[in-house]
């Protein structure tokens, strides 16, 4: 998985945005290299060569990586379907790899699935940093004191300086409205005069900025798990945290109704409070190692339960702690599928780590200059999340940028599109990380260039969700025919 200030700089922005456009659109279509891929033969992999800096398109470049799953029917191809699986950090390669499990098969018979690795992430030229910079004490999810709030903004100002120095010049510039310029790029070297888009999550924010500077170059375009790039600081955290504590009820309730869940016949909020409470003072332990759990493990292990939603196994795990009874699902084996969603592909060397933390704190400002701003911030979080305390990825997203020393390029705004056709956007009311309110705002920005279909269920993204949600895109990306406005897609039970 950034706002409402500096209208004078936005709208200079966009007057540079609309340069760059006609610059872009006046040069040359790159050229792409092509290899089978070696994960999967079958499919070809790419790369080209773009600037750094697209406001220098003379200067510094690097190798964006990119692979094509080939319609399954080349003669019925409607050109290419550009997938990006959000993070931010996650790997558009990597995806197009298992698109074969993803999409409807006419889907796979219609289109070229075309996934790229953002810039600064995976194949294409990743941020990295020395393990040493990453292992520096200060980091911190949440400072609690003067002190610790001190350490942590000299950790990130030594780990940009650090990952700065090992990347090169990418290190400024892998903001979402570089990883856009660079997506039409890739369109123009493909030969296609307009794209189809299948954005998650994070991903949205690309489909986002593509649709505000190349709006006349979107054949289709849809965003599943919508962010909302027009929020302030406080709004951010704790929107976040009201996603997280609505997450926690939906399970609740659910472990109140269904014998399938461990806590069923319990007080689910109670046996949580419990769990944090042992957390908090040190003694919860994983009774399938012996290993102590820290508090915001748990929260973030809960949360990432959400996504999918897994509360079967959440209630197992939950139960095995409470217990301390060792069950099928484990805390250690929870951490390690949650560090493989965020763990980036990197070239191999083994005193270099990838980091994207840039990603999100070029697109986003979100200054908390003070540790009294951010203890009050938490303490409004609280509130709004009392069981949850907060979203642990949307805080920890935050303190992350605390001190961050470089420049954000892509300052949140409110949506500017014109002239593109209607983007097709889904959502789960109950979504944990990208809200529903997050979906209605972003709709209302774009007003008549968008049309929301809602999932009335729980987890993030909704694609492939129900065949109601399934079929609604895939109309719409097979004929250009959207579904009726107001369209709701019941929820799947998620036992």
């Not at 999550?201 to 909302?228: K, W």
């Not at 003072?281 to 994983?286: E, F, P, S």
Request: with cysteine; net charge negative; hydrophobic share 40%.
């Amino acid at each position: 998985m950034r706002f409402q200030r500096l209208v004078g700089v936005l709208a200079a922005g966009v007057l540079l945005a609309t340069g760059l456009a006609q610059t872009a659109s006046a040069t040359k279509a790159p050229v792409i290299t092509w290899t089978p891929c070696a994960e999967v033969p079958a499919m070809s992999c790419g790369k080209v060569t773009l600037p750094v800096d697209w406001s220098k398109p003379n200067g510094p470049t690097f190798e964006l990586a990119l692979a094509k799953r080939p319609a399954d029917d080349p003669a019925a191809s409607k050109g290419p379907l550009f997938i990006n699986p959000g993070g931010p950090g996650g790997s558009g390669v990597s995806m197009a790899f298992n698109a074969g499990g993803l999409f409807s098969p006419e889907i796979l018979r219609t289109f070229d699935i075309v996934g790229i690795d953002p810039r600064g992430v995976a194949r294409s030229h990743p941020v990295v940093c020395t393990a040493e910079a990453m292992n520096q004490p200060g980091d911190t999810v949440l400072p609690r004191t003067q002190t610790e709030f001190d350490a942590l903004v000299r950790f990130n100002k030594q780990l940009a300086a650090d990952c700065r120095a090992q990347t090169g010049p990418l290190y400024d510039h892998v903001d979402s409205v570089s990883v856009a310029r660079d997506l039409d790029a890739v369109r123009a070297a493909l030969g296609a005069e307009k794209l189809n888009w299948y954005g998650a999550s994070y991903g949205s924010l690309t489909g986002q900025m593509y649709a505000e500077l190349f709006p006349h170059r979107i054949r289709s375009m849809v965003n599943d798990g919508n962010m909302d790039h027009s929020l302030g600081k406080w709004p951010f955290l704790l929107s976040e945290g009201g996603f997280a504590e609505d997450s926690f009820q939906q399970f609740a309730d659910w472990c109140d109704q269904s014998t399938n869940c461990t806590l069923h016949g319990q007080d689910v909020s109670k046996v949580y409070a419990d769990l944090l409470a042992k957390a908090d003072a040190g003694t919860l332990i994983d009774p399938s190692d012996g290993t102590t759990v820290d508090p915001w493990d748990l929260l973030d292990v809960t949360q990432f339960y959400f996504v999918r939603p897994r509360w079967v196994q959440l209630g197992q795990l939950l139960t095995s702690l409470s217990s301390g009874a060792a069950a099928k699902a484990t805390f250690a084996k929870a951490q390690s599928e949650l560090a493989a969603t965020r763990q980036p592909v990197v070239r191999a060397a083994a005193d270099l780590v990838a980091d994207v933390r840039p990603q999100f704190c070029e697109d986003w400002s979100l200054p908390v200059h003070t540790f009294s701003e951010l203890d009050a911030m938490y303490k409004a979080s609280l509130k709004v999340a009392p069981r949850m305390r907060a979203s642990v990825e949307a805080l920890s997203s935050m303190t992350e940028c605390i001190g961050f020393p470089g420049k954000v390029n892509n300052p949140q705004h409110r949506l500017r599109v014109q002239g593109a056709p209607t983007i097709l956007m889904m959502n789960g009311i109950h979504d944990p990380a990208t809200g529903y309110t997050w979906a209605t705002n972003a709709a209302r920005q774009l007003g008549k260039a968008a049309q929301l279909v809602t999932y009335d269920g729980a987890g993030h993204v909704v694609y492939s969700r129900t065949p109601c949600t399934r079929a609604a895109a895939d109309n719409y990306w097979l004929t250009l025919t959207l579904p009726a406005p107001g369209t709701h897609c019941a929820a799947s039970n998620p036992a």
